[in-house]
């Protein structure tokens, strides 16, 4: 199966600042999009998702950007927050012909630190 | 809280042994995802659950085997395990439509000795 090194890219920030979390996808077919938060030992959080369809979409504080041409997904966090240190994770769904098939692959996972 | 519920939250078994692991789905959701995440890593799909019957999995062998009840929940068994087992098992529910959002338990930690 796919695996990933141990070391995981990192990005540190202050607090307030903007953090921009990037990761590429690894299937041109994949139409659905979610970007996932890990604390320390808890499981994945639901952030945000998008669509093929959209190129962006905003929640609360945060933005996904998808372009698809590049096979390229981002996350933007307006004025982090030290509660947003976390693993980051994006996740791609290849939907098989229509069905309720739902196989998540993640991506390699980013490590945010926001100092206070 | 994503209503999602998984049992027990940690686990040491020895190699060769078999282990089950339980998952609850959160309220309305008919499917039921399992992933294994190694230290490190992210979280791998093992297999989906839907109207209890397995609908699509990864690149796992035959000893990681499941069940969904009618209640939605679902058991993930793994035998004859092996020291790369030891992971964060996590089980993830949703509604069964086209690209719904999933929601993720806490996990089982697994450590196989």
């Known amino acids: 199966g796919e695996s990933v090194g141990l070391h995981l890219p990192t990005l540190s920030v202050q607090e307030g600042d903007n953090s921009i979390i990037n990761c590429a996808y690894s299937n041109s077919a994949s139409d659905y999009f979610i970007w996932y938060k890990q604390e320390s030992g808890k499981g994945p959080q639901f952030i945000i998702d998008i669509r093929s369809n959209m190129d962006k979409r905003q929640g609360q504080r945060v933005t996904v950007l998808l372009n698809k041409t590049v096979k390229h997904l981002s996350l933007q966090i307006a004025a982090t927050q030290p509660g947003d240190s976390a693993v980051y994770f994006c996740?791609?769904?290849?939907?098989?012909?229509?069905?309720?098939?739902?196989?998540?692959?993640f991506g390699q996972g980013t490590i945010l630190t926001v100092h206070p | 809280e994503t209503g999602v519920t998984q049992s027990p939250t940690h686990l040491i078994k020895t190699r060769g042994q078999q282990v089950t692991l339980r998952c609850s789905s959160q309220?309305?959701?008919?499917?039921v995802s399992w992933y294994q995440q190694a230290l490190g890593q992210g979280p791998q799909f093992i297999f989906q659950y839907y109207r209890e019957e397995e609908n699509g999995r990864g690149n796992f062998p035959p000893r990681f085997s499941g069940l969904q009840f009618p209640n939605y929940s679902s058991e993930l068994n793994v035998n004859a395990l092996e020291l790369d087992d030891s992971a964060l098992y996590l089980c993830?529910?949703?509604?069964?439509?086209?690209?719904?959002?999933?929601?993720f338990g806490q996990g089982t930690r697994l450590t196989v000795v």
């Open positions: 996740a791609e769904n290849r939907d098989a012909g229509g069905t309720s098939y739902g196989k998540l692959t």
């Open positions: 309220s309305g959701h008919n499917t």
């Open positions: 993830a529910s949703s509604l069964a439509s086209l690209n719904t959002e999933a929601f």
